[in-house]
């Protein structure tokens, strides 16, 4: 996965040396991550403090959360029911930054 100047976001088959997913974004990346489970994506980036998760098998099925504050890294980790989602902001202050934590069970993205 690569988060590029011009904001695109491109996931790439890299054996393959193939792209097979581009996100196009008003303002930078600065963070994403895929499930272990590959079926979820997660990226933030830009001044709208956002994060958004999507269905890799369903592009159009998404939800964006607000940060609040700059993210500067995004993970997933095992949780109850499928994944958490973790985000940490990075204010000013890199020491001042939070993680933050939300289930994927929470949230219904998946095709039918």
């Not at 695109?8 to 895929?34: F, M, S, Y």
Request: charged letters at 20%.
């Amino acid at each position: 996965m690569a988060g590029l100047d011009g904001a695109q976001l491109q996931l790439w088959d890299v054996p393959k040396g193939e792209i097979v997913l581009t996100r196009q974004r008003q303002d930078n990346v600065h963070a994403c991550a895929i499930s272990p489970d590959g079926r979820r994506l997660a990226y933030s980036g830009g001044e709208s403090y956002e994060l958004t998760v999507e269905s890799l098998a369903a592009p159009q099925k998404r939800l964006t959360f607000p940060g609040g504050k700059r993210i500067s890294h995004v993970a997933f980790a095992p949780g109850e029911a499928g994944y958490n989602v973790l985000f940490r902001t990075s204010p000013v202050n890199p020491a001042a930054g939070e993680w933050r934590v939300f289930r994927t069970s929470d949230i219904d993205i998946d095709p039918a």
